[in-house]
């Protein structure tokens, strides 16, 4: 797969179909990071393996911005997973980047393991998503890599039997459940600059006038930050739980997205980026839409 | 230098614990040491190579309000005009605390912050919680995965900075009080002498050292630094998780008002130069608009201007950056490839 995935990369920077290529490459002390070949000599630095954990879509909006004014924005090769293809559907759902300018090397997943994608950590047990995941399959490429094993034995998610766990407390619990996880967390932000949904070019967290929320690094503050974001993913963020890899201390952020995304599929049976034309529930507005609750 | 027991060392704890703040590490969550405050010593985790977050906010706390004024309006007894009463309000920081198992690198932490903040204009509230704070430190036993402490010529059992110093050794901990604070705490132990020379372990030497000034000076326009910021995602985990990074934000907020009433907290905040928003000034203009200038900002701000400003490395070689950030960027890997660069610099000068 490794072979091919190069070769892939390969062809298209030689002729030119694309400037850039992100990819996954091998880091220090054994880590698995992105990769960004700008040339046909440096693609035996991409590799694939189970700790490709990372959502490359991340990367889309910020590289396709050119070097120099006036030049073209330039145009990618991505390295795409089947929940990756999804966050690429958002994107081009909300028109952040042209299908045109991207050349979507897709490839086969059979899973990523916890704790990929740092310096010292072992791999662990495939991710919990990994472990429900049904596709496998990008829903959107140009060359796929990689085939689909025809037998595959898929488990309950154990995040969905802890959203029950929450949905059966009452208010006051879930809050105090939330506010314990929202206590640690340190505003550092990491949670929403890996997020390929919170492209806003100024967060309702830093805007500075009006001032929503105050730099202060408490509960109140953090539960506003939390909560803002949740809504704002509601429907659109995919469960690629890059937030909640990422988040240093821990924070469930991935339980608080899969209960959007729970909400959001039983209310509007609509699952974010399987496809870039479905109008979004919560992002769209029809004219003869009855607004009486 | 005497000896202490497991079992001596918790009493102890346990009396500290009646008049003082005392916070150690503990388990937040599975996974998650982190410095707290503890009511009891059966809470306190042993088994740590180090810490996730550092103790400097037991210092520079995440947010604190460093200043309240309250104003009221009233009127004076023979008097027409009502005026502004004014009170201002400091933060309460004279309840003494004890920091137990801090480890020798946040301690050098701790010396390179002094060098900054307690030198004139002093930080009251940094320099207040120093004096108030007595460091308990414990020598590591073993080097984390991402410690490079010894390449930085620092030292995983330096008492440089403690208080008191305790070395573990078999059945207990060998314990030296360094200073005045550190006798004070430990007078009343009855503890019987430590035999034997001062416990040392060998560490792994250091691997590579720091480039020279001069060398960061000449790679400043370097393209490194564009390709090394291509993946980094301008979030805040290595500023928040380092024990050197003190850059904050203060903002004042009305937090109360009613009729003749007025309550407004001056807040200090965590910031870092990893935010895009950090330098952005008044009419909106960011002198360092690009992740690449951020991110060369943080090296450079940790082993070329921090030295010059104040003669100490902004680095300790905790490592903890290395181990949070979620995309690689190592700090090892980046002062080596600088170094590498700089004899590559030397070799082509020399050429001429």
Same mark, same amino acid.
């Given at each position: 797969?490794?072979?091919?995935?190069?070769?892939?990369?390969?062809? #298209?920077?030689?002729?030119?179909?694309?400037?850039?290529?992100?990819?996954?490459?091998?880091?220090?002390?054994?880590?698995?990071?992105?990769?960004?070949?700008?040339?046909?000599?440096?693609?035996?630095?991409?590799?694939?393996?189970?700790?490709?954990?990372?959502?490359?879509?991340?990367?889309?909006?910020?590289?396709?911005?050119?070097?120099?004014?006036?030049?073209?924005?330039?145009?990618?090769?991505?390295?795409?997973?089947?929940?990756? $293809?999804? $966050?690429?559907?958002?994107?081009?759902?909300?028109?952040?980047?042209?299908?045109?300018?991207?050349?979507?090397?897709?490839?086969?997943?059979?899973?990523?393991?916890?704790?990929?994608?740092?310096?010292?950590? =072992?791999?662990?047990?495939?991710?919990?998503?990994?472990?429900?995941?049904?596709?496998?399959?990008?829903?959107?490429?140009?060359?796929?890599?990689?085939?689909?094993?025809?037998?595959?034995?898929?488990?309950?998610?154990?995040?969905?039997?802890?959203?029950?766990?929450?949905?059966?407390?009452?208010?006051?619990?879930?809050?105090?459940?939330?506010?314990?996880?929202?206590?640690?967390?340190?505003?550092?932000?990491?949670?929403?600059?890996?997020?390929?949904?919170?492209?806003?070019?100024?967060?309702?967290?830093?805007?500075?006038?009006?001032?929503?929320?105050?730099?202060?690094?408490?509960?109140?503050?953090?539960?506003?930050?939390?909560?803002?974001?949740?809504?704002?993913?509601?429907?659109?963020?995919?469960?690629?739980?890059?937030?909640?890899?990422?988040?240093?201390?821990?924070?469930?952020?991935?339980?608080?997205?899969?209960?959007?995304?729970?909400?959001?599929?039983?209310?509007?049976?609509?699952?974010?980026?399987?496809?870039?034309?479905?109008?979004?529930?919560?992002?769209?507005?029809?004219?003869?839409?009855?607004?009486?609750? | 230098?005497?000896?202490?027991?497991?079992?001596?060392?918790?009493?102890?704890?346990?009396?500290?614990?009646?008049?003082?703040?005392?916070?150690?590490?503990?388990?937040?969550?599975?996974?998650?040491?982190?410095?707290?405050?503890?009511?009891?010593?059966?809470?306190?985790?042993?088994?740590? =190579?180090?810490?996730?977050?550092?103790?400097?906010?037991?210092?520079?706390?995440?947010?604190?309000?460093?200043?309240?004024?309250?104003?009221?309006?009233?009127?004076?007894?023979?008097?027409?005009?009502?005026?502004?009463?004014?009170?201002?309000?400091?933060?309460?920081?004279?309840?003494?605390?004890?920091?137990?198992?801090?480890?020798?690198?946040?301690?050098?932490?701790?010396?390179?912050?002094?060098?900054?903040?307690?030198?004139?204009?002093?930080?009251?509230?940094?320099?207040?919680?120093?004096?108030?704070?007595?460091?308990?430190?414990?020598?590591?036993?073993?080097?984390?995965?991402?410690?490079?402490?010894?390449?930085?010529?620092?030292?995983?059992?330096?008492?440089?900075?403690?208080?008191?110093?305790?070395?573990?050794?078999?059945?207990?901990?060998?314990?030296?009080?360094?200073?005045?604070?550190?006798?004070?705490?430990?007078?009343?132990?009855?503890? $019987?002498?430590? %035999?034997?020379?001062?416990?040392?372990?060998?560490?792994?030497?250091?691997?590579?050292?720091?480039?020279?000034?001069?060398?960061?000076?000449?790679?400043?326009?370097?393209?490194?630094?564009?390709?090394?910021?291509?993946?980094?995602?301008?979030?805040?985990?290595?500023?928040?998780?380092?024990?050197?990074? %003190?850059?904050?934000?203060?903002?004042?907020?009305?937090?109360?008002?009613?009729?003749?009433?007025?309550? #407004?907290? %001056?807040?200090?905040?965590?910031?870092?130069?990893?935010?895009?928003?950090?330098?952005?000034?008044?009419?909106?203009?960011?002198?360092?608009?690009?992740?690449?200038?951020?991110?060369?900002?943080?090296?450079?701000?940790?082993?070329?201007?921090?030295?010059?400003?104040?003669?100490?490395?902004?680095?300790?070689?905790?490592?903890?950056?290395?181990?949070?950030?979620?995309?690689?960027?190592?700090?090892?890997?980046?002062?080596?490839?600088?170094?590498?660069?700089?004899?590559?610099?030397?070799?082509?000068?020399?050429?001429?």
């Amino acid at each position: 797969m490794i072979e091919q995935i190069r070769a892939t990369a390969r062809e #298209i920077l030689q002729n030119k179909t694309v400037d850039l290529v992100i990819g996954y490459e091998v880091g220090t002390r054994g880590a698995t990071r992105p990769a960004f070949i700008c040339s046909a000599d440096e693609v035996d630095r991409l590799i694939w393996n189970d700790a490709c954990t990372h959502n490359l879509t991340n990367y889309v909006r910020g590289k396709r911005v050119p070097p120099k004014r006036d030049a073209p924005p330039a145009r990618l090769g991505l390295v795409l997973k089947a929940c990756d $293809a999804r $966050a690429l559907n958002v994107l081009l759902r909300e028109n952040q980047v042209p299908r045109g300018d991207l050349y979507l090397i897709g490839v086969v997943c059979e899973g990523m393991r916890q704790d990929a994608g740092f310096a010292t950590r =072992t791999l662990g047990d495939l991710q919990p998503r990994c472990q429900t995941c049904t596709e496998r399959v990008p829903v959107v490429y140009d060359s796929l890599i990689g085939e689909r094993k025809t037998s595959e034995v898929f488990e309950t998610s154990e995040v969905w039997q802890e959203l029950d766990r929450l949905g059966v407390m009452t208010p006051g619990e879930r809050q105090a459940f939330w506010d314990a996880e929202f206590a640690r967390c340190l505003r550092c932000y990491a949670c929403r600059q890996v997020c390929p949904a919170c492209y806003c070019v100024e967060c309702t967290a830093e805007q500075l006038d009006p001032e929503w929320v105050g730099i202060g690094i408490c509960t109140p503050e953090k539960r506003f930050f939390h909560t803002m974001r949740a809504y704002h993913l509601a429907g659109r963020c995919v469960g690629c739980d890059e937030c909640a890899r990422v988040c240093p201390i821990g924070v469930r952020l991935d339980l608080l997205n899969a209960w959007f995304r729970r909400e959001v599929q039983q209310t509007f049976d609509y699952q974010a980026g399987i496809d870039a034309t479905t109008l979004v529930p919560l992002a769209t507005f029809k004219p003869n839409e009855n607004l009486e609750l | 230098m005497n000896f202490i027991t497991h079992v001596q060392l918790q009493d102890w704890l346990a009396r500290m614990m009646k008049d003082r703040t005392v916070i150690a590490p503990t388990r937040a969550i599975e996974d998650l040491v982190r410095y707290q405050p503890v009511n009891s010593p059966d809470a306190i985790a042993f088994d740590f =190579t180090r810490t996730a977050i550092s103790p400097k906010e037991f210092f520079l706390p995440a947010s604190e309000a460093i200043l309240t004024i309250e104003r009221v309006r009233q009127i004076a007894a023979g008097s027409n005009n009502p005026e502004w009463n004014v009170k201002l309000g400091e933060p309460e920081l004279d309840r003494s605390q004890v920091l137990f198992a801090i480890r020798p690198c946040d301690t050098h932490a701790l010396l390179a912050l002094d060098a900054l903040l307690l030198q004139e204009p002093v930080d009251a509230y940094y320099a207040r919680r120093r004096k108030q704070t007595t460091l308990i430190g414990l020598a590591c036993e073993h080097p984390g995965a991402t410690c490079f402490c010894t390449s930085l010529s620092f030292a995983p059992d330096d008492s440089n900075g403690m208080d008191v110093m305790l070395y573990p050794v078999e059945g207990g901990y060998a314990l030296e009080a360094q200073t005045e604070k550190g006798q004070v705490l430990t007078d009343n132990l009855a503890l $019987a002498p430590y %035999r034997g020379e001062r416990p040392q372990k060998t560490w792994l030497p250091a691997e590579f050292s720091v480039p020279p000034r001069v060398v960061w000076t000449q790679l400043f326009n370097d393209p490194h630094w564009g390709r090394l910021a291509d993946r980094c995602l301008s979030c805040k985990i290595c500023a928040y998780v380092c024990p050197t990074c %003190r850059c904050f934000d203060v903002r004042d907020y009305i937090v109360a008002q009613g009729l003749g009433y007025q309550k #407004i907290e %001056r807040l200090r905040c965590w910031d870092s130069c990893m935010a895009e928003g950090y330098q952005r000034i008044a009419g909106g203009h960011n002198p360092r608009p690009t992740k690449a200038q951020r991110l060369r900002n943080r090296f450079y701000c940790k082993f070329d201007y921090y030295p010059a400003d104040f003669g100490a490395l902004a680095c300790v070689g905790c490592g903890r950056c290395i181990e949070y950030c979620p995309v690689n960027v190592d700090i090892t890997e980046v002062l080596q490839s600088v170094a590498i660069k700089g004899e590559t610099l030397a070799t082509n000068s020399t050429r001429l």
